[in-house]
Nanobody
Framework: QVQLVESGGGLVQAGGSLRLSCAAS????????MGWFRQAPGKEREFVAL????????YYADSVKGRCTISRDNAKNTVYLQMNSLKPEDTAVYYC????????????????WGQGTQVTVSS
């Protein structure tokens, strides 16, 4: 069992930056892939980024590639999403998830989810 708690969201102006955090508790999740997803009002949840805990490799959606960096702190059992050059279209609730599946971007294959943190980017 893994519990995930997101934090770090807020209101920023276009071009600004935020760092989202996803703190994990419960059993160790060293074997999990951790992913960030987002959901804007009226839209489906979409993949943003993932990091494979086994080797630390990362993968990003084209929409955020070059602007976002996913990272981890093993000692704190925390995954981060650093977002730079934010755009209004980045506005969404951001969720972190954990999956046993290697490198999946499919939300249906994620086993655990946090409650989400709101990111709002103004013009």
């Amino acid at each position: 069992q893994v519990q995930l708690v997101e934090s770090g969201g807020g209101l920023v102006q276009a071009g600004g930056s935020l760092r989202l955090s996803c703190a994990a508790s419960g059993r160790t999740f060293s074997r999990y892939t951790m992913g960030w997803f987002r959901q804007a009002p009226g839209k489906e949840r979409e993949f943003v980024a993932l990091i494979r805990w086994s080797d630390g490799s990362t993968y990003y959606a084209d929409s955020v590639k070059g602007r976002c960096t996913i990272s981890r702190d093993n000692a704190k059992n925390t995954v981060y999403l650093q977002m730079n050059s934010l755009k209004p279209e980045d506005t969404a609730v951001y969720y972190c998830g954990a999956t046993y599946y290697y490198g999946t971007t499919n939300q249906d294959q994620y086993d655990y989810w946090g409650q989400g943190t709101q990111v709002t980017v103004s013009s």
